[in-house]
């Protein structure tokens, strides 16, 4: 099993820059693809970012391109969102989740039901 916990969500200006970070715990992180997701209220969970089990594959949605960067350090059972340039649309809870195994491809990525592992979630609020 593995548990994920959030942390680094606050309030940040538009056009500001916020670290998002999810500390894993179980023996198969290393070998978990992970994904970050974001829900507003009265929304549906949406996909911002995937990452292999090793970090060498990432995917984004199309909104986030360029703005956000997923990374991952297994030494350390941590997966990172770098967000920067933030707009009021950014503001959610973010979710940081973990798959059971690796997944091979994109389509899974952006998929909730792909992924057996979430965390609570940490707010994110954007201010014009």
């Known amino acids: 099993q593995v548990q994920l916990l959030e942390s680094g969500g606050g309030l940040v200006q538009a056009g500001g820059s916020l670290r998002l970070s999810c500390a894993a715990s179980?023996?198969?992180?290393?070998?978990?693809?992970m994904g970050w997701f974001r829900q507003a209220p009265g929304k549906s969970r949406e996909f911002v970012a995937g990452i292999s089990s090793n970090g060498g594959h990432t995917t984004y949605a199309d909104s986030m391109k360029g703005r956000f960067t997923i990374s991952r350090d297994n030494a350390k059972n941590m997966m990172y969102l770098q967000m920067n340039s933030l707009r009021p649309e950014d503001t959610a809870v973010y979710y940081c989740?973990?798959?059971?195994?690796?997944?091979?491809?994109?389509?899974?990525?952006?998929?909730?039901?792909?992924?057996?592992?979430w965390g609570q979630g940490t707010q994110v609020t954007v201010s014009s």
């Open positions: 989740a973990a798959m059971a195994t690796d997944y091979y491809g994109d389509y899974g990525y952006s998929q909730t039901s792909y992924y057996d592992y």
């Open positions: 179980g023996r198969t992180f290393s070998t978990s693809a």
